[in-house]
C-alpha cells in the first residue's frame, strides 16, 4: 500500500517509517503541505485552515491507499472536515493527548465523536489516551499501539529533514561532546523540565559523589556511550522509552509509588489534563516506562537512585542488557503485529 504519514514529531516519523518498511509498504512523509508545515512544531488546525490545506493538495492525498496522522489529533481535521471526499482510509495514531492545541474548538470533537468507520480509524498509544478520550466522550475501540521505537533505514534522511528543528530544540553544550571515555564512567540524565526545574539532579548526583551530567544531545546513538540513563517521567508515553529497551542501555527511573509521591509535590510535571494536571494512583502504570521490567533500575527515593547508581556493578549491567533485549525483541513483534493486523483489516 502507499502510505502517507502526516506528524509534527520526529518520533513519530521514524516510527512509521520503520512499519512501512517491515511491512513491506511504500510510506512517505511530505514536510510541506500548502500552508501547513509540518517542521514548524505542533500547533491548532483551524476549520477554515484545514478546507484551505485539503483544496490545495487533495489530489495528493487521494492518490494514497492510507493517510496516518500522528503526535498531536489535529491533523486530522484536514480529513475530517472533508470527509466526503476523502478516497483513502485515515488513522487517527493518538499519541498526545486529543485536546492538546484543540481545547476550544468543540466543533472538532463533534467531528471526531461521529467520524465514519471504516474511513477513519481511532488508535491510542497508550491505554491512557482511550481513557481520556472517553473523558471527551469519544469512544475509541481499537486495540493500542505503542511506539516501536525501532530505527527506520531511512533515518538519514528523515534526521536531516527534521535537522534545523532539532537544532534550534537542541543547543549548547550537548551529551555528543563528552569523550568516550568519560561517558562510560558517567550517568546521562534526560534533559527535561523535571530534572532541571524541579529538582537540579545533575548538582544532587554531583553532591553525592555519582559522576552524573544533564545535558541535550542530537543523535539518539549516542546514549549508548553512557553508564545508564536517568530520567523523571513527565508523560505516558516518550519514544525513548522504546528506543533505550532496544538500545540495551540501563534506565533509572522512579518506582510507581515514588512516581505519584512527586506528582503530588509541587512543581513536578506531568502531562495529564492538556498542559498539566495530576495524575492518579489508578493510571500510574499506564506510564509506558513500566511495561516492561528489562533494563529498567527502579528507586524509591533519590537518596535510593544515588546508591542504586554507585552499586551499578558491571555484572549487573550485563543481567540489565539481556532482560532489555529479551522485552525488545517481544515488544518490536507485537508492535508489528499490530500494526499488520490494522493495516490488513482497512
Known sequence: MRILHLSFHIGCVRDVAYIGEVLGHQGDF?????????LGGARTISKDEACSIWAACKDLFNSYDVIITSDIVALSRIFLENQAEVAPRVIIWICNRLSICMDREEEFFTLLRSAPTPKFTIVPYTEFERIW?????????????????????????????FRNTVEVLHTGELLEDISDSDAAETFAILNYGNSRDF??????????????????????????????IIHLPDAFSKFLAAELLHMAVPVFVPSPRFLMDLVRSPGYFFNIYGYGGQLSPDHVC?????????GRVYFESFDDLVGKCKGLSGDQVERLKVGALFDSEWHRLKTEVLWRRLLARI
Open 30 to 38: 511530505i514536510p510541506q503541505l500548502g500552508s501547513l508545515n509540518l
Open 133 to 161: 478520550a472517553g473523558h471527551l466522550g469519544i469512544f475509541v475501540t481499537e486495540e493500542t499501539i505503542q511506539p516501536c521505537g525501532k530505527t527506520p533505514l531511512q533515518t538519514e534522511k528523515i534526521d536531516l529533514v
Open 199 to 228: 529538582i537540579d539532579l545533575e548538582k544532587k548526583l554531583l553532591d553525592a559523589g555519582v559522576k552524573a551530567v544533564r545535558r541535550s544531545f542530537r543523535d539518539l546513538r549516542t546514549l549508548r556511550r553512557f553508564r545508564g
Open 286 to 294: 499506564l506510564c509506558d516506562w513500566y511495561n516492561y521490567s528489562g
